[in-house]
């Protein structure tokens, strides 16, 4: 059974750094494209970052470029999100989710990943 479990959220001040894992279990990540997403309280979840553990290509929404930074550990099958310089307008639940590397895993946008985590909440206080 494929599984994905996010761990690392909570509450930061403004400036602060989080970091989120995502577990995966009933496969591989390096089979797989890993990204992140996230929904504030009555918005649509948006794209975060993503990244394809086969060749290490990594995206990011302009909103996150230079402070945030996703990464892997096949040993553990873990992908993180190293979020620096929180800001308030970062609050929200953070999921993880995986996309099969034929689709178009990097565009980061919800139709093209098939599984999901259950998420977990980061709140930045200004």
């Known amino acids: 059974e494929v599984q994905l479990v996010e761990s690392g959220g909570g509450l930061v001040q403004a400036g602060g750094s989080l970091r989120l894992s995502c577990a995966a279990s009933?496969?591989?990540?390096?089979?797989?494209?890993i990204g992140w997403f996230r929904q504030a309280p009555g918005k649509e979840r948006e794209g975060v970052s993503c990244?394809?553990?086969?060749?290490?290509?990594?995206y990011y929404a302009d909103s996150v470029k230079g402070r945030f930074t996703i990464s892997y550990d096949d040993a553990k099958n873990t992908v993180y999100l190293q979020m620096n310089s929180l800001k308030p307008e970062d609050t929200a639940v953070y999921y993880c989710?995986?996309?099969?590397?034929?689709?178009?895993?990097?565009?980061?946008?919800?139709?093209?990943?098939?599984?999901w985590g259950q998420g977990t909440q980061v709140t930045v206080a200004s």
């Open positions: 990244i394809s553990s086969s060749d290490g290509s990594t």
């Open positions: 009933g496969f591989t990540v390096d089979d797989y494209a």
């Open positions: 989710a995986a996309a099969g590397l034929r689709s178009s895993w990097y565009l980061i946008v919800r139709p093209e990943y098939d599984y």
